[in-house]
């Protein structure tokens, strides 16, 4: 259920990098970048979020959050990630929390196959966890069990 009313400031090069992805490609990352708006509009402590690019990637922001980013890359073209930032506690939390749920890059991104679907649920709790972070990045697990 939407609560938040939200103001969402993109910058036009956003919509530029998301036309320049194949169509497959293009449909996917429009899912995941919904996904991310649909949780910031059910979170009332979010009222803005920012949509740039950042390291040439699709990026989002909240005040209180950690920078989410959304990427497909040539060199694996059956995949494609939402990025976190490396030195926070969220991927690690995540393995905690969700286990084999996802495929883990590391301690920076969860991994998606193209031909699958998402874990919903799941991944909406893992991009609120990312958008209010640094208000439960001092909570066990962060808040997420």
Not at 17 to 23: I, M
Not at 30 to 57: C, D, P
């Amino acid at each position: 259920m939407v609560v938040a009313r939200l103001k969402i400031n993109t910058d036009p090069k956003a919509k530029v990098k998301l036309d320049e992805y194949p169509k497959k490609i293009n449909e996917k990352i429009t899912a995941l970048r919904k996904l991310i708006i649909e949780v910031a509009k059910e979170n009332s402590s979010i009222s803005e979020i920012e949509e740039t690019l950042k390291w040439g990637e699709l990026s989002y922001i909240s005040q209180h959050g950690s920078t989410l980013r959304i990427d497909w890359k040539e060199k694996n073209p059956t995949q494609y990630a939402l990025y976190f930032s490396c030195t926070s506690q969220l991927v690690p939390t995540f393995k905690i929390v969700f286990g084999n749920t996802f495929m883990y890059e590391k301690n920076r991104a969860i991994i998606f196959d193209l031909d699958e679907s998402l874990p919903r649920q799941e991944l909406k709790k893992c991009i609120e966890a990312a958008l209010v972070y640094h208000k439960v990045k001092k909570y066990p697990l962060l808040n997420l069990a």
